[in-house]
């Protein structure tokens, strides 16, 4: 993934509601796949 894709997947998890810190939560979980890290139900909620 380039830079240009991820910079459009951030704004887009933004337009849907996520806040910063679960778009870098989420993020690190896809990078490390560490638990502490995974998603839990829908941030945006």
Do not use: C, H
Not at 18 to 32: M, R
Request: charged residues 30%; without cysteine.
């Amino acid at each position: 993934m380039n830079m240009s894709e991820v910079a459009r997947l951030i704004l887009g998890l933004r337009a849907a509601g996520w806040s910063d810190k679960d778009i870098n939560d989420f993020v690190l979980f896809i990078e490390t796949g560490e638990e502490q890290y995974k998603p839990k139900g829908n941030p945006a909620k």
